[in-house]
């Protein structure tokens, strides 16, 4: 069992952790969740005994192994399968004295002790753990100087699940993930055979992969039994039940107080105001749950609306320079699609959101689109073209020059930078705040189409909730790459498969893909062909899904309409009632008789036009 003792943490004037303990059983899987900066990556470092505290100590089993991914990534000569392999320590070292031992005795209880390590299967098991990641076994024999950052830091994450250690430390493995590499994360950690704890803001990793929620709040921890359903729900009745506690001591706080304020001066009744002095003192304040608010992401959309379909591709292909990377795409976008793309990454999921978005032309084919089409594009790596120095106002004031002060402030609270936060360089913001600020500034112009590549990342939950919220409140189309399964669920209605040098429909939902996914993999294992993807359960329920939004479209636009005539009608019979209310018509009585019937006709035309949006919103909620 890990036990956590009374541990305090300060970081300079900061209290992240407040004489705060928690016991996690053996074989636990625990998910650790708390607001970003509240101390869970500091909690870690002390496990490992990289900090120090201020007060108590980390209680963990003689002879237990601590795993964690490496801080830096591998970059050496070394292939894959072998820095792997070397995680393994003990494998490696008795493998190494295997060669060169000499006393028969010696020699007989390194292989009796690696027959009892799997020794021999070692291999196999680094290379089901690095495919489940993401690398073929073609990739497995390649140096790991090949590689990028972030495919090095797989191989990281692949090194410390193979070596299983006694506790294992995981701080945000999702954020090196495709979806791909996220849904066999899921599976690995389910299954773990040892003590884990893992940091992740992925909603769906903490439902089906860990029984325990650790929570980190105002530098305490709380250990709650269940997923993060579970604990959510947990907490808010405990919410519930502090308030009332709250409430109640509040009360009786109130009646002693005034008791003693009525009756200190009294020699009569001194004594018993003495002794409600000493309960007062002795009351335990109760302190209810303090939960902050997080500021709501806003995406404005179009002043108009395009009319279906708003893009449409017959035979396309995308690439670089001679290098064709998709082809033969015949796809239709409609104005309120929610659509998101699966697919491994190298796989062209990037070329196919910058073909769509503008950034690249189609190589071949055609791809027919409407010329007032304003689209929004945010990936990642665009972060990095903030100007570090800079600050949300001064970014802000870029896109609106002519603008007051005031005005340009105000869009800055808007989007989630108020008051001081305003005048924050970008370099002392945090990565959600960089991601929040180029959310903001990508969809400052009201786009009719929104492609949000991986936005989740730097994210805690409830700002991913957020988004989520922000998300279907857009009236516009969105184009949806993400490995957080969750934002996929909640937000997407549509599934695009990037594989094969071509995307396509996928007929199915989350739960089938994830069973293509894992059935892909056991399938290539074996030396199988992998299943179709195609051949997927709903094709009809997606069918009908497409039909009902080209249906949708023409709907939506007499929606609209509806709602500028009566907003029209509704000016001018305010006009009308003000000119007859001040009196403009008091010497011109046939004048004033000729308004009045106007006003008439017009509440009549205002009667019609609600009635006909009543209509109109029920049919659009019926399709």
């Keep these: 069992m890990l036990t956590i003792n009374d541990i305090t943490y300060r970081l300079g004037e900061r209290l992240l952790l407040d004489h705060t303990g928690a016991a996690i059983p053996d074989g636990a899987r625990v998910g650790f969740v708390g607001r970003n900066g509240t101390g869970k990556t500091t909690l870690f470092k002390i496990i490992t005994g990289d900090l120090g505290t201020e007060s108590g100590n980390i209680s963990l089993p003689k002879g237990r192994r601590i795993g964690g991914v490496a801080q830096e990534a591998p970059g050496g000569p070394e292939t894959l399968i072998e820095v792997v392999l070397a995680a393994d320590t003990e494998r490696t070292a008795l493998m190494k004295e295997a060669e060169t031992a000499t006393d028969p005795h010696r020699i007989a209880e390194i ?6 390590i799997g020794a021999h299967s070692a291999p196999a098991r680094a290379a089901m753990v690095l495919h489940g990641l993401g690398f073929n076994e073609e990739a497995q024999q390649r140096p790991c100087s090949d590689f990028s950052g972030g495919w090095r830091m797989r191989v990281a ?10 506790l294992l430390l995981l701080d945000e493995p999702t954020n090196y993930l495709d979806l791909e590499g996220t849904l066999w994360l899921y599976d690995y950690l389910e299954r773990y055979p040892h003590t884990v704890i893992v940091i992740s803001h992925d909603r769906e990793l903490l439902d089906t992969s860990v029984d325990h929620i650790m929570h980190l709040d105002q530098g305490k921890l709380t250990l709650y039994r269940g997923g993060y359903s579970s604990f959510e729900k947990q907490r808010a009745e405990k919410q519930m039940q502090l308030a009332r506690a709250k409430e109640k001591q509040d009360a009786e706080r109130k009646h002693l107080q005034s008791f003693v304020d009525r ?46 379909p708003m893009i449409v591709l017959e035979d396309a292909a995308a690439g670089y320079g001679e290098r064709k990377v998709l082809s033969k795409l015949n796809l239709s976008l409609a104005p309120d699609d929610r659509i998101a793309l699966l697919g491994s990454n190298g796989n062209g999921k990037s070329t196919f959101c910058k073909l769509i978005g503008g950034r690249l032309d189609a190589m071949s084919g ?25 600050t949300p106002v001064g970014h802000l004031r870029d896109l609106m020059p002519d603008a007051p002060e005031a005005k340009v402030r105000s869009k800055a609270a808007q989007i989630g930078f108020p008051a001081n936060k305003a005048d924050t360089p970008v370099k002392l913001l945090s990565g959600g705040e960089k991601a929040r600020l180029m959310l903001g500034l990508a969809t400052f112009h009201g786009p009719h189409l929104l492609i949000l590549d991986e936005p989740t990342n730097h994210l805690d939950i409830d700002s991913r909730t957020a988004l989520v919220n922000a998300i279907n409140d857009y009236p516009g189309a969105v184009i949806l790459v993400s490995h957080d399964r969750f934002l996929i669920e909640a937000c997407a209605d549509r599934l695009w498969l990037v594989g094969g040098g071509t995307v396509k429909n996928f007929d199915g939902d989350m739960d089938d893909y994830r069973t293509y996914v894992l059935g892909a993999a056991k399938a290539e294992k074996r030396g199988k062909p992998a299943p179709d993807a195609a051949a997927k359960p709903k094709a ?8 009902k939004r080209a249906a949708q479209g023409p709907l939506r636009q007499k929606l609209n309409l509806a709602e500028a005539r009566i907003a029209k009608l509704t000016g001018l019979i305010e006009k009308v009632d003000a000119a007859l209310a001040n009196g403009a018509f008091a010497r011109d009585p046939d004048k004033a008789i ?7 006709e017009l509440s009549e035309a205002l009667a019609a036009a609600e009635e006909e949006w009543l209509l109109l919103g029920e049919e659009l909620e019926s399709a």
């Design 540 to 547: 009809d329920e997606r069918k009908e899904a497409a039909t």
């Design 263 to 308: 009756f200190k001066a009294q020699a009569t009744k001194a004594r018993q105001a003495q002794s409600r002095v000493k309960r007062l003192e002795k009351m335990q304040t109760i302190a209810a749950i303090v939960d902050r608010d997080v500021q709501p992401f806003m995406f404005p959309g179009p002043e108009k609306p395009l009319s279906p």
């Design 366 to 390: 055609e791809m027919k689109k409407s010329s007032k089409l304003e689209t929004a594009y945010f990936a990642q790596h665009q972060l990095d073209e903030l100007r570090i120095e800079d």
């Design 157 to 166: 994450l692949a090194a410390v699940l193979f070596s299983e250690p006694d």
């Design 111 to 116: 292989g009796t002790r690696l027959a009892d």
């Design 594 to 600: 000729q308004i009045s019937r106007q006003r008439a």
